[in-house]
């Protein structure tokens, strides 16, 4: 089956960097993705990496590495808002995301 | 509208009520989805729908039953559910399957079983 492991929660404080890291032991490989999901909330889309390397959007970043089976997301400057939990998700087919359990970022003034 | 809407937001019912959770993506999409989220799960795929075509039943029981009848909307009828499917249902688009376009979500219905 498909695993994906991601730390249950992460505590940070406004203003400073928090990294995510996701590992991801699947059958094949087609794309990561990263989503948020306030609580009660639909999750949504946050970005999109199939190629090695850091792709940079606003205050987030996120990284790949297809021959460790890794990623990350990088919040900067984090805001109140930003509290919430964090889903990585890995297509390893054609379309099936097969998801973490996600992790829940907590942001304190 | 726009995006993912889903109705209703929240459901409680009996072990032997039947009822149906509603989709529809005001985004012109070809692909629907259905998923389960429970509490300090991964989300769950259950169903895909590419053009209203059922590409995708991922064991679920035969309690659940999807049905398609257009690209914009989706059902999930339920019925004999257990407290065990207590949950978040979620429902998504895509515009295609695959590639790098996203899944859109709704906000989902939050189903208890008593």
């Known amino acids: 089956g498909q695993n994906i492991d991601q730390p249950t929660e992460m505590t940070a404080t406004e203003g400073a960097i928090v990294q995510i890291n996701c590992t991801y032991q699947?059958?094949?490989?087609?794309?990561l993705f990263w989503y948020q999901q306030h609580a009660g909330e639909a999750p949504t889309f946050l970005s999109y990496n199939v190629l090695d390397g850091l792709e940079e959007k606003g205050r987030f970043s996120s990284f790949l590495s297809r021959s460790k089976g890794y990623s990350f997301l990088l919040l900067k400057e984090l805001q109140m808002k930003d509290s919430a939990s964090y889903l990585c998700?890995?297509?390893?087919?054609?379309?099936?995301?097969?998801f973490g359990a996600g992790t829940t970022v907590t942001v304190r003034a | 509208e726009t995006g993912v809407t889903q109705t209703p937001r929240h459901l409680v019912m009996g072990m032997t009520n039947k009822k149906s959770l509603k989709c529809e993506q005001h985004?012109?999409?070809?692909?629907m989805y259905w998923y389960k989220q429970s509490a300090k799960k991964p989300l769950e795929l259950m169903f895909v729908y590419n053009f209203k075509e059922q590409t995708e039943n991922n064991s679920v029981p035969s309690r659940f039953s999807p049905e398609c009848p257009n690209s914009s909307h989706l059902f999930l009828h339920l019925h004999t559910l257990q407290p065990e499917d207590s949950a978040l249902y979620l429902c998504?688009?895509?515009?295609?399957?695959?590639?790098?376009?996203?899944?859109?979500f709704g906000p989902g219905t939050r189903l208890t079983v008593t």
């Open positions: 985004l012109g999409h070809n692909a």
């Open positions: 699947t059958s094949g490989f087609n794309g």
């Open positions: 998504a688009s895509s515009q295609d399957l695959g590639g790098s376009g996203e899944q859109y």
């Open positions: 998700a890995v297509r390893d087919g054609d379309y099936k995301l097969s």
